[in-house]
């Protein structure tokens, strides 16, 4: 009994093996070459055979297939072109940071080519994918809230895009996603701002808001900036400079809800959701402290940015291209 059940356990084993490879097998498809099938290939005949794996949206297999390209044909024509491939896939397959990477070492290695903006632009939009969380695509969230390093990168690398090449066909949706970046990284600082309020840190709360009037104008978050200003002069009892900051806004923006009919201030007004301790809420505020004063005031001054941030990172997928197209690096539509 033992010996049959050692045989049928390995026959168990030798199966699960053998349909695990047939497995590995059947996954990778037919439709591109493994190092052994494109031994004897012609270069054109290669890249043909990924462009299909590009088409079908088998970006795994192009990622594989476009590494061995490069390293088979590392000079041929279509060297430079899988370079920027390999860019778009990696990023598509969520790759984020071998997606920057690839587009870094074009930049670097190719600084003249036509395409070059292309690599800035995707590696762009790797950056701010990053910013992006799981639950992103499923529940509402606040960019704002994370650290906003990530972003920040982005805003750099589409700013020096648009800055190199403003005529880029890409230029009009890199312009589209700097103005949310913008949007984005000022509200990070209101946050941050907010929170210095609850430590008491006053002077921390005043830098922040003044950065943010000084760094972001026209973005929503400058009424709360001068509201920050105003609010933190003031519990440093810097009286002139908080007159000025309310002064500034009642002039700029004069249905802030902390200003009355009057143009006076409420220091006492808090503008931002009360995230006050459970202990707080549970005992209807018997055992609360003073509310620290929080602005946020999205819900009345983001309407005029609303198309901005609703961008669809899907935007940055272009059509399906032609040969031609992607030969000549996007300067030969198919409807040219």
Known sequence: MKTSSKSAALLLAALLAT????GCSWLGGDDA??????EGMTEQEFFERIEASLDSKNWRMAIDNLRLLESQFPFGKYAEQAQLELIFALYRTGDYEESIAAAER????????ASVDYAFYIKGLSELSQTQGFFDSFLPTDPSLRDPGT??????????????????????????RLLNLRNVLARAEINVANYYFKRGAYLAAVNRGRF??????????????????????????MMELADHAVRTLAANYPDYPALNSRGEFDYSMALA?????????????????E????????????V??????????????????????????????NDN
Request: hydrophobic share 35%; aromatic share 10%; no cysteine.
């Open 19 to 22: 349909t695990a490879l047939s």
């Open 33 to 38: 070459p493994a190092q052994e099938q494109s």
């Open 106 to 113: 074009f930049i670097r290695l190719h600084p003249q080519h």
């Open 151 to 176: 972003a920040r990168d982005a805003f750099a690398t589409l700013t020096e895009m648009l800055n190199r090449f403003p005529n880029s066909r890409y230029a009009a949706d890199a312009r589209k």
């Open 212 to 237: 943010v009037v000084e760094n972001f104008q026209t973005t929503p978050a400058v009424p709360d900036g001068l509201a920050v200003m105003a609010q933190g002069y003031y519990r440093l009892q």
């Open 273 to 289: 959701k009360d995230d006050r301790a459970l202990l707080d809420r549970i005992t209807f505020g018997l055992f609360s402290g």
């Open 291 to 302: 509310r620290p004063t929080a602005y946020d005031t999205r819900a009345r001054y983001n």
């Open 304 to 333: 005029t940015y609303r198309d901005a941030e609703k961008i669809d990172p899907e935007d940055a997928e272009q059509t399906p291209r032609s040969l031609l197209n992607r030969l000549s690096f996007g300067l030969l539509d």
